[in-house]
T-cell receptor
Framework: DAGVTQSPTHLIKTRGQQVTLRCSPK?????VSWYQQALGQGPQFIFQ???????QRGNFPDRFSGHQFPNYSSELNVNALLLGDSALYLC?????????????FGPGTRLTVT | GNSVTQMEGPVTLSEEAFLTINCTYT??????LFWYVQYPGEGLQLLLK?????DKGSNKGFEATYRKETTSFHLEKGSVQVSDSAVYFC????????????FGTGTRLKVLA
């Protein structure tokens, strides 16, 4: 079992560009959450997907959008990138109905906006 | 709203020293509490958990007790090792079932040989 995987590992983009990050959940998991971790900060909840729909959203602008596919994998899209979007983006997965401590995190994608 | 407050780091200790990292929380209802660890260049790993008041979570020599009366979940270890050097995050989730975590800002621990 590969656990939660994310791609790419690192990414460098320019202000104003758009970026897509990808997440494959742990085998058997159907719920995917995304977090933004700025340097020196704790992760901040962006949104969560279940049954291909956004179930809950944190305090992030509409520039942040996502998608979940029938195989439960997910994408995070960020439009009109700002310097402040530079961060580690973490994906977490779980099977809906399990206790929260069964949630697994991926290694993250490091996004740098120049 | 729900929040987690952790002691600021970095914390620098000599090997075999006693470790305490303070964590307090504000939450409605009955949250579950967690400590996660992040090693350099890696994602988050669950270190330990407690799901109700007075529960003690433990793993790899680390312990934390869910204290509802003081809304605290302090992390302790009796004898740290160089390999414990990492960033430690206290977190909570409510029982709403949506799996949204609230994290503290993290505490960096550096253990010197």
């Amino acid at each position: 079992d590969a656990g939660v995987t994310q791609s790419p590992t690192h990414l460098i983009k320019t202000r104003g560009q758009q970026v897509t990050l990808r997440c494959s959940p742990k085998s058997g998991h159907d719920t995917v959450s995304w977090y933004q971790q700025a340097l020196g900060q704790g992760p901040q909840f962006i949104f969560q997907y279940y049954e291909e729909e956004e179930r809950q959203r944190g305090n992030f602008p509409d520039r942040f959008s996502g998608h979940q596919f029938p195989n439960y994998s997910s994408e995070l899209n960020v439009n009109a990138l700002l310097l402040g979007d530079s961060a580690l983006y973490l994906c977490a997965s779980i099977y809906n109905g399990q206790p929260a401590y069964e949630q697994y995190f991926g290694p993250g994608t490091r996004l740098t906006v120049t | 709203g729900n929040s987690v407050t952790q002691m600021e780091g970095p914390v620098t200790l000599s090997e075999e020293a006693f470790l305490t990292i303070n964590c307090t929380y504000t939450a409605t209802g009955y949250p579950s509490l967690f400590w996660y660890v992040q090693y350099p260049g890696e994602g988050l790993q669950l270190l330990l958990k407690a799901t109700k008041a007075d529960d003690k979570g433990s793993n790899k020599g680390f312990e934390a007790t869910y204290r509802k009366e003081t809304t605290s979940f302090h992390l302790e270890k009796g004898s740290v090792q160089v390999s414990d050097s990492a960033v430690y995050f206290c977190a909570l989730t409510t029982t709403s079932g949506t799996y949204k975590y609230i994290f503290g800002t993290g505490t960096r621990l550096k253990v010197l040989a």
